[in-house]
């Protein structure tokens, strides 16, 4: 695949993820309007229970699937061994449906691990909602088997497409729960007896069950394309003495690395779920909900350019390690790496000056300290956006090169800082401190991950580019301050809307993100040029080139 093939590809991708996306915001729109952000009992029992599926598929499969399987699979395609495919997708499912009905089981033992200090009546609703959250963990593994199959036939295009379907039946869901329900009342949270009495079981099931049907949708609909491309799975339980040796052996640091993120992702959530009850009730604290509200923003620009492009660069690593193409790895990774800091540093521009617009658009019913608490936990998540992009793109070619080790050693620091800045936070400053301590801990982990996983490939791949790479990121960062400046002059003509309630208020905070998106990005493209930054022309001319297709 040419350059211009994948910045084509990337672009395709990119718009499939930020449809994913724009119906995921939706999504969260609908679940705060149903079950409240902050000061609600409910919306931190279902955003723990919900969480569940994602952290043990964390740390069951993902890091297992996403780092050793892709190398295999292409290498399998490659000398056209396809029953490795299909033993490997046996043994993934049967493993994963294994760890769905074991994990489904112990739901309030899991529920407890996140949320030590909430009352009797909170953990029961928790563990009810994780009953029906939980076996999502099975279709998650589903997802990505089948997913990382196709992007190893270089059909990238479903496994970025499905979240959009999986999110119109999740906004079809909280649709028919608000009809049925009615949107969130604080009186339902305003004690224990009101908490038990308002959450039936139909109303339970009737909101994580459609959670769950969106992500059977999401892995059920990529079995067409796989058909249609030509791929025909068979069980396969069985084969060679040692032939998925290389699998077990990668797969095994990945999952220690793996393990040692989500032990700081269940103490640092202990932190978020501590807030609320050491303010209950008070809407200016964030807690899980307001920290899950704020992550689905700041993930937006990261899974618009980041994961589509990674998403086509890991296979293209995979090969050149395949191949013993080191120099070929290298200028894969570098190119990447440009790329991802070019557009990431834009997107924390934005993400910083428009953070209290862009959370009231997205957040309409909820109240000004709730949008306030929640802007500042975007804000500082988006001081980490740019390390997060180029960090998650070099371990990539860690796990390329079959090298789960370092990657499961560099975890170590990386936790370290996490845990460390978010128990700071708790141990040193009022609860209204703790989610953004915890934001702020993950900012400071994905620096400490590029740092160490750049470090230690430079005499693996002969030098990373590091003259080349540095100047495209001072090149986007002068480029970003400029329309920062121009946003924060946005923001200062404009009425500070997010501070009021009411549609006239949502509507204008719309206006103001719209604004001062697009002037922002007419600053930053007129600076890049101006600076020569070439990696944001490869990117425009890409999307005006799928664009003129897609009209003609």
């Not at 919900?50 to 699979?73: D, E, H, R, T």
Request: charged share 10%; glycine share 8%; with cysteine.
């Amino acid at each position: 695949m040419s350059g211009k093939s994948v910045a084509r590809t990337t672009v395709w991708l990119a718009l499939g993820t930020g449809t994913s996306r724009v119906l995921g915001l939706v999504r969260t729109i609908m679940l705060g309007a149903a079950i409240g952000i902050t000061g609600a009992a409910a919306a931190d029992a279902f955003a723990v229970a919900n969480k569940l599926p994602n952290v043990m598929f964390a740390v069951l499969a993902a890091g297992v699937l996403n780092s050793a399987l892709v190398p295999q699979i292409v290498k399998s395609f490659h000398e056209g061994r396809e029953r490795t495919v299909h033993r490997i997708i046996t043994l993934g499912a049967f493993w994963m449906m294994v760890a769905t009905v074991v994990f489904t089981l112990l739901a309030g033992v899991w529920v407890r691990v996140y949320s030590d200090s909430w009352g009797p009546e909170q953990t029961a609703l928790a563990t009810a909602f994780a009953f029906w959250c939980i076996p999502q963990l099975f279709f998650y593994g589903m997802y990505t088997i089948l997913g990382q199959v196709l992007n190893a036939r270089e059909q990238f295009g479903p496994f970025m497409w499905a979240p959009a379907a999986a999110n119109v039946v999740a906004i079809a869901g909280l649709a028919a729960y608000i009809v049925v329900f009615g949107p969130h009342a604080v009186a339902e949270d305003a004690s224990a007896a009101a908490l038990a009495s308002a959450w039936t079981g139909p109303r339970i099931a009737l909101l994580a069950g459609t959670a769950t049907l969106a992500i059977v949708v999401q892995a059920a609909i990529l079995v067409i394309p796989l058909w249609r491309g030509g791929y025909r799975w068979r069980w396969t339980w069985s084969g060679p003495k040692g032939e998925l040796v290389t699998v077990a052996k990668v797969a095994s640091w990945a999952l220690a690395a793996v393990l040692v993120e989500q032990i700081a992702v269940a103490l640092t959530t202990r932190v978020s779920s501590a807030a609320q009850v050491a303010a209950p009730g008070d809407e200016s604290v964030a807690g899980v909900a307001g920290y899950d509200y704020a992550l689905s923003i700041y993930l937006v620009p990261h899974s618009l350019v980041t994961v589509s492009l990674m998403t086509i660069l890991f296979t293209r690593m995979a090969r050149h390690a395949s191949d013993k193409d080191i120099p070929g790895l290298r200028d894969v990774l570098t190119g990447g790496i440009r790329s991802i800091g070019a557009f990431t540093m834009f997107a924390t521009a934005v993400l910083v000056v428009l953070a209290p617009h862009i959370v009231r658009a997205l957040a309409p019913v909820s109240s000004a300290q709730a949008v306030s608490a929640v802007a500042l936990v975007v804000q500082c998540l988006a001081l980490g956006l740019v390390p997060l992009g180029a960090s998650v793109l070099v371990k990539q070619a860690y796990f390329a090169l079959e090298d789960g080790r370092s990657v499961f050693l560099i975890h170590l620091p990386m936790a370290i800082a996490w845990i460390g800045v978010a128990y700071g936070a708790y141990w040193l400053t009022d609860a209204q401190w703790w989610v953004p301590g915890v934001a702020l801990g993950l900012a400071a982990s994905n620096t400490v991950a590029l740092a160490l996983r750049a470090w230690g490939l430079r005499s693996r791949l002969g030098g990373l580019d590091g003259r080349r790479v540095v100047a495209t990121h001072l090149k986007a960062l002068g480029a970003a301050v400029g329309a920062a400046a121009v946003g924060v002059g946005v923001r200062a003509v404009a009425p500070e809307s997010y501070a009021a309630t009411g549609i006239g208020a949502v509507a204008a905070s719309v206006a103001v993100v719209a604004v001062g998106a697009v002037l922002m990005l007419a600053a930053y493209l007129a600076l890049a040029r101006l600076l020569r930054l070439t990696e944001v022309d490869d990117l425009v001319r890409a999307f005006a080139s799928k664009v003129r297709r897609r009209v003609a």
